[in-house]
């Protein structure tokens, strides 16, 4: 247990978030996503919610500022809903360490599959909300 970090970060989640290097991208991903089909660097975080691993993830790092969308959530296949409630809550824990950051861009399934591939990680969660999918990028952690 570490002073000042939450406690739902694992040790294996602190390495990789230290080891990211700016540019970086980390897929929190719900419960039902075939990660291992696309990373070869896969974290579980059963039973955990991504917009509370958010709020833990974003106090330590920053988003990407030289991108326009380093926050990207999976888009609905045609036919399919976004519960809105999902977005609400991914954007409180976001912005309650980060004010400015960039609105949420989305992907198709299959674009957001191909961005997974190229990610540095997957955190696989409990999360059960359809299109429950998250991409962040990281930025450059500000000297002070």
Not at 42 to 61: E, T
């Amino acid at each position: 247990m570490l002073r000042g970090i939450s406690p739902l970060l694992s040790p294996e989640l602190l390495a990789i978030l230290s080891r990211m290097g700016h540019g970086d991208e980390l897929v929190l991903s719900d419960a039902h996503f075939p990660a291992e089909s696309f990373n070869s660097r896969v974290l579980r975080a059963d039973g955990l919610h991504i917009h509370d691993l958010l709020d833990a993830i974003m106090p330590l790092w920053v988003l990407d500022a030289y991108v326009p969308d380093p926050v990207v959530m999976m888009a609905p296949v045609e036919g399919d809903t976004l519960d809105p409630d999902v977005l609400v809550r991914y954007r409180a824990a976001i912005q309650r360490h980060h004010p400015d950051a960039a609105a949420t861009a989305y992907l198709p399934r299959f674009d957001f599959y191909d961005r997974t591939r190229r990610a540095f990680a997957v955190v696989v969660t409990g999360e059960t909300a359809k299109y429950g999918n998250i991409l962040i990028k990281k930025g450059v952690i500000p000297v002070p």
